[in-house]
């Protein structure tokens, strides 16, 4: 997919995972990190927007290992539950870095280049939903950011978001949106292993 797409992604990821690790949806410091996580696999491109703000690391990383090699593997995505489980770094920067690294790999997925997930074994894993660059790849990602919108719980409303700014001329004529009753509270994913447990 295209660097725009995995921007998206990141977020819509974030958007929609956030909950589970008991952080704000909508925080702009954490949607950053996620949409950063989203271009992050990309390192082993040159030519990416990632991969030219990090020469040379890109060039070493595609000279050893190609593109779509070891940073779209399960050895990636391993690193990615290593960094999450054992806390090597705080999960409020952590769990929104990763998030948006696993969509870049599920947005890989649907593309027919697919990823090598069994690296360094050749050998692809593709659901060829749609082409990198195609003109249907912006729909793909429209509906699956509609779909991580759709999922969070305080969203803030379009008519308060405009009589918050002060460009609603005629905010009473706009109806209200139909109440929605409030979601229980979800817990912290690390407060759902059994408690008691003897290892």
């Known amino acids: 997919m295209m660097a725009g797409s995995h921007v998206a992604l990141g977020a819509a990821a974030w958007m929609a995972a956030a909950p589970y690790f008991g952080q704000p949806a909508l925080e702009p ?17 040159p030519k990416s927007w990632v991969g030219k703000r990090l020469r040379p690391v890109s060039d070493v ?5 190609g593109h779509r090699g070891i940073t ?12 999450l489980r054992h806390q090597a770094v705080p999960a409020a920067v952590a769990a929104p870095v ?8 599920f947005g890989d997925l649907l593309t027919p280049g697919g990823l090598r997930l069994s690296w360094p074994f050749k050998g692809t894993w593709a659901l060829p939903i749609c ?17 991580a919108w759709a999922s969070v719980a305080d969203r803030p409303q379009p008519r308060a978001m405009l009589e918050h700014i002060g460009l609603c001329l005629n905010c009473e004529a706009l109806p209200l ?8 509270p979800r817990r912290k994913l690390a407060d759902q ?7």
């Open 29 to 45: 410091l954490a949607l950053g990190l996620a949409v950063l996580g989203g271009l992050l696999p990309d390192v082993d491109h």
């Open 193 to 199: 292993s059994p408690r008691g447990a003897r290892g």
């Open 72 to 83: 779209h593997s399960l050895l990636a995505v391993v690193a990615c539950w290593w960094v």
């Open 61 to 65: 990383v595609a000279g050893v290992f």
């Open 177 to 184: 949106p139909p109440a929605r009753p409030p979601s229980p």
């Open 131 to 147: 082409r990198t660059g195609s003109a249907f790849e912006p729909l793909v990602v429209a509906l699956l950011v509609a779909a």
């Open 98 to 105: 990763v998030v948006g690294y696993l969509s870049h790999l």
